[in-house]
Nanobody, 120 residues
Framework: QVQLLESGGGLVQAGGSLRLSCAAS????????MAWYRQAPGNQRELVAV???????DYADSVKVRCTISRDNAENTVYLQMDSLKPEDTAVYYC??????????????WGRGTQVTVSS
C-alpha cells in the first residue's frame, strides 16, 4: 500500500499563488506518473497536470503557463506551483500516483484532497 499526503491548499485572492505538495509513503517499489487532478462542486474530476518519472510534463489548457508540476524522486514527492490564480481554479485538488509493485503490477493511488479557494 502507498499513502499520499497532500498539503498546501488554502484560501488565496485572485492573482495570488499557492504551492501544493504530495508526499508518497508506504510500500513503495517504483512510482511512475505523478499527477494533480481537481474537482469543483458539480463538476467531474479533471486532470490539471501530470509528470512522468522521466520528467516529461503535460498540463490542462486551462492552467498552462500558470502552473508548474515538478517532482523529487528521492523524496517521492510531487509539487504543483500555481500562479495567477483565478476564482475558477477553486476546487479540491487531488494527488495521483501510478505505482508499479515488485511483481510488476500497476496500482493507482489517490490522496484525500486539499481544498483550494480563490476569492475574487
Amino acid at each position: 500500500q502507498v499513502q499520499l499526503l497532500e498539503s498546501g491548499g488554502g484560501l488565496v485572492q485572485a492573482g495570488g499563488s499557492l504551492r501544493l505538495s504530495c508526499a508518497a509513503s508506504g510500500s513503495i517499489f517504483s512510482i511512475n506518473n505523478m499527477a494533480w487532478y481537481r474537482q469543483a462542486p458539480g463538476n467531474q474530476r479533471e486532470l490539471v497536470a501530470v509528470i512522468t518519472n522521466g520528467g516529461s510534463t503535460d498540463y490542462a489548457d486551462s492552467v498552462k503557463v500558470r502552473c508548474t508540476i515538478s517532482r523529487d524522486n528521492a523524496e517521492n514527492t510531487v509539487y504543483l506551483q500555481m500562479d495567477s490564480l483565478k476564482p475558477e481554479d477553486t476546487a479540491v485538488y487531488y494527488c495521483y500516483v501510478l505505482h508499479t509493485s515488485y511483481t510488476g503490477r500497476y496500482f493507482n493511488y489517490w490522496g484525500r484532497g486539499t481544498q483550494v479557494t480563490v476569492s475574487s
